[in-house]
C-alpha cells in the first residue's frame, strides 16, 4: 500500500519506491516530495495536532493518539499522524 524512508511517505508497494505523498521534518508534516520541503499541512507538539506550520502554532485538530493506525505503534506521534492523513483520511 504505502512506506516510508528517510522521512517521506510513499505510495509505492517496496521500500523507496512509489510517488512521494508527503514528507515529515522536524515535527512538521508537508507535502513535497523531500524531507523539509512543500507546503506546511500541519504539525505535531506534545501529542497535540494542529494545523500550523511550526510546532505548537496554528488550532487544533485532535491529539495524536486520534490517529494511531494498526501496525504503527512504534512510529513516533508525528510520523503517525501524517501517514494517517495521506494514506487513510485527509485531517488537514
Given at each position: ?27 512538521v508534516i508537508r ?62
Amino acid at each position: 500500500m504505502a512506506n516510508f524512508k528517510n522521512g517521506v511517505i510513499r505510495d509505492g508497494s517496496s521500500l523507496g519506491s512509489g510517488r512521494a505523498l508527503g514528507n515529515v521534518k522536524n515535527d512538521v508534516i508537508r507535502d513535497g516530495s523531500s524531507p523539509g520541503s512543500g507546503r506546511a499541512l500541519g504539525n505535531v507538539k506534545g501529542g497535540t495536532v494542529r494545523n500550523g506550520n511550526s510546532p505548537g502554532s496554528g488550532s487544533t485538530k485532535g491529539k495524536a493518539k486520534d490517529y494511531k493506525i494498526k501496525g504503527g505503534e512504534y512510529m513516533d506521534d508525528t510520523l503517525a499522524t501524517a501517514v494517517y492523513h495521506f494514506l487513510i483520511k485527509r485531517i488537514f
